[in-house]
Structure formats: C-alpha cells, structure tokens
C-alpha cells in the first residue's frame, strides 16, 4: 500500500518539536544504489524483444521457466503486455523513490545515552556497561565480558535500541559487559595494521578491564570482530575464562569464492584512493558490500515505502538503516591485510595470517569456546564460520535460524540467541581472580 492509498485516518509522526533534523544521507553510497536499481528493472523492457526469438539466450537454470514464461504469453496482445511491463517498472521507481525520501525524513533518532567510559586510549573507548548496576560489590561480583565488535561498522548494533540492546540486556542479566567502541581511526590509527590494533590496542583494553574488575573477563567477538578477539585470545589464555565468536568468518573461500575474488580485485583500483587519504572510506566499503547483493537495498526501499511511517515496524527499520549508514573508514594497511589477505589469498584459512609475527592457529585453543554460526547469514557464509569452529578444539556451536544481523536485533534474537549466550556465559563466567 503506498502513501496515497492509506486511509485519511492512519496515525501520524507528531510533528517534531523545534528546528527539524537534517535529511539522512543513505542509503549509502545512493548513486549506486539507485544506478543499480535502474539497470536491473530497465533491463526487463530492453529484454522483451527476445521473448519473441526462436531461440533466446537464456541461462541454462533459466530455461525451463523462459519457456512457461514464452507459453503463457502467446495468446497475450504484446502491446498490452510491453505497457504492463513498463508501467511495474514505473512504479517500483516511484515506490522507491517514495521509500528512500521517506526514510531520509523519519523523525527517529536514535537517543540512548553511552554508558561510563572505562578506559580511552587514542579512538578506542571501552563502554561499560555494567557500571550502572547498583552498589560497588554489585558491580564487582558480576563476571566481566569484553565484546569486540567488527573495526568496519559500529558497534552500537549491540546497543541499538533500548527494547534491541544485546549489552543491556547481559547487564541486568547479572554479567558485566563492557563494549570496544573503536571509534573512527584518527592520525594514529590510520597507520594501524591487524597487529597494531589485536597486540597493541586491545591487549591494553584487555588488561584495563583486568585492573578495573580484579578478574579474567570472559571474550566476545562479532563478525570481523571475532577473528580480533580470537587472535587475542591465542596470545591471552592464561587472563581469559572463555571465548565466544559470533557470525566469525574464517575461510573466505568458501560457499563465497566469486565474491571474495571480487573483493580482491577491488584493491588495485582502490590503492590510489588508500593511499591519499590513509583509509578505505565509508561508500567504497559500503559499495562492496552491495556486490553481495546489488538489488537488496531496492527491494528494502520498495517494501518500506508501503510502511505507515508512525508504525514501530517502520521505526525498526530506520533505526537499523541509520546504522548501516554510519560506518566508519577502515585504516589503510587493515583493508589491505583484509581485502588482499584475507579475501585474496585466504590465509585466516590457510594457516598464514599472523599477528606479531605468530600465525593465528585456533587449534591451539585451550580456553571454553562457543561459535554461534546464523544459519540464514549471508554476510558471512555458513560454511565459512564452520571451518573454524572445526579447527577450535572442543568448541560448542549453535545455529540459530537468523541473519547475521538478524542474530543479534531481530524479534526471534532474545530466544535463539541471546539467552543461550547469556547462559554459556554466566556457566564459565564464575571463577574470580587471576
């Protein structure tokens, strides 16, 4: 249901108090996005001339169901069926145009305030957001966890929402975690490379949560901020009681080889641009993101614009949105360790990504692990995440039936993933002192 067709009697935003925030920038980067839109639906009118070929060049996967398509037509008026075709493509353009200005415009903003800062040490805070548990013992007593989020977007995807927020929910659980909010790279971080941040920034950030709490804290790592945190946890075993890697990737080859290859072969042409600013910005990592599915953000845009925008469901949405919008760069030498390395020559996989010198082998893991692989992850491909579960002696698994993001926002989150977190955590998290 678009916009003119609500009823005159559907709710309403109350209009905002005071000067009106400024329009949104994304979906970010929008000229691809919207050049990738028009390309794909545009393409269904140039294609019509071939239903009417003798032989069209349809993909083989294809061809059964070119030709139930080419059946079905033949007793159609072709003129009717061109304007029927041409008037769909009309409206998905309208539709998202309507979806992605309407987004632009929503009044949400995002206003949950940061916890106290533990530590800073350059970009990078620590957020604890434990600290508001009542009474010092209180605080003292409940087992610290430290969560690594990805270096790419920002960590608040754990703290969203107050009714989505991961980090406040382990909080009045009765654990203590505290958040790595990296933060945008500044002159120091630019230069920073995967052993900079792993053996330098976060081993500090591991030993002020040890001062702050008087005890091994338990480890977290989601998406790329697993592989950090696994690699951490390999040279911090003795000062850690558990590791727990969420939608971690490990072999970057895998069920993903085309994309990966893709990615790689990204980097020459993004070298010039690295090496002016010292960083891969926010819409040339954004882009890559996309290739991963070029019609995604259409089809979200296409669908939110049927959405009344005083629903919760549409707060929802552009709540996420905001955060996927507000990424921050990635330090040069990290996004080519990460798009060459990782992405290229595979070697989280083959035994060749070191950190200090040392390979990163989680076969030499002797700490309690837990791997939770989403099932439905498209970012990070299932089998990718399985290949280090099985390199990681003795680790427990899960596969919820979500997302990658799904696993950590969406209305199914609190049972398939949160609890049984919380549950592995708190079982491990007992023990107090060094």
């Known amino acids: 249901m678009t916009r003119a067709e609500r009823p005159a009697h559907a709710p309403r935003p109350d209009p905002p108090k005071g000067p ?18 028009s390309l794909a639906w545009t393409s269904s009118r140039a294609g019509l001339p071939l239903l009417n070929s003798a032989s069209p060049p349809w993909r083989p996967q294809v061809r059964g169901a070119a030709a139930a398509l080419q059946a079905s037509l033949e007793k159609v008026d072709p003129e009717a069926f061109r304007g029927a075709v041409e008037r769909q493509l009309y409206a998905r ?50 087992p610290p966890v430290l969560v690594v989020p990805s270096l790419i977007n920002r960590g608040y995807i754990l703290d969203l929402a107050e009714d989505r927020s991961l980090m406040r929910w382990l909080a009045a659980e009765g654990l203590r975690p505290i958040l790595v909010d990296w933060g945008r790279p500044g002159p120091e971080e630019r230069a920073f490379t995967f052993t ?31 592989l950090l945190a696994l690699a951490l946890a390999l040279r911090r075993q003795g000062d850690l009681e558990g590791l727990a890697l969420l939608a971690t990737p490990w072999d970057f080859h895998a069920e993903a080889g085309v994309q990966s290859a893709l990615a790689a072969a990204a980097l020459p042409a993004l070298a010039p641009l690295m090496e002016a600013c010292g960083e891969l910005p926010v819409d040339s990592i954004q882009s890559l993101f996309a290739g991963l599915d070029p019609q995604l953000v259409a089809r979200k845009f296409v669908a939110f614009s049927g959405l009344d925008p005083a629903s919760p469901k549409a707060a929802a949405f552009v709540a996420l949105e905001d955060w996927l919008n507000d990424g921050v760069p990635l330090a040069a030498p990290v996004a080519r360790e990460c798009l060459g390395g ?47 579960a099985e390199m990681i002696p003795g680790t427990e698994t899960m596969t919820p039936t979500l997302g990658h993001i799904g696993m950590v926002v969406s209305a199914g989150a609190g049972e398939r993933v949160w609890r049984p977190l919380r549950d592995w955590l708190a079982a491990r998290g007992s023990r107090r002192g060094r």
């Open 342 to 388: 990782w992405y290229g020559e595979n070697t989280p996989a083959r035994g060749t990504w070191r950190i200090a010198g040392r390979p990163v082998d989680p076969s030499r893991l002797a700490l309690p692990s837990l791997c939770v692989i989403p099932a439905q992850d498209r970012i990070v491909p299932p089998a990718s995440a399985r290949a280090l």
């Open 20 to 37: 009106p925030p400024e329009p949104r920038q994304g979906p970010r980067p929008l000229p691809l996005h919207l050049m990738a839109a």
């Open 93 to 142: 353009m309208a539709a998202l145009a309507e979806g992605i200005l309407s987004y632009r415009r929503h009044p949400y903003r995002r206003k949950l305030p940061d916890p106290p800062v533990l530590w800073r040490q350059g970009t990078t805070r620590l957020l604890d957001y434990g600290a508001g548990r009542s009474g010092g013992q209180a605080r003292r007593s409940a």
């Open 196 to 226: 900079d941040y792993i053996a330098g920034r976060l081993e500090d950030a591991l030993d002020a949560v040890i001062a702050e709490t008087g005890a091994r804290p338990l480890l977290v790592g989601y998406c790329m901020g697993g």
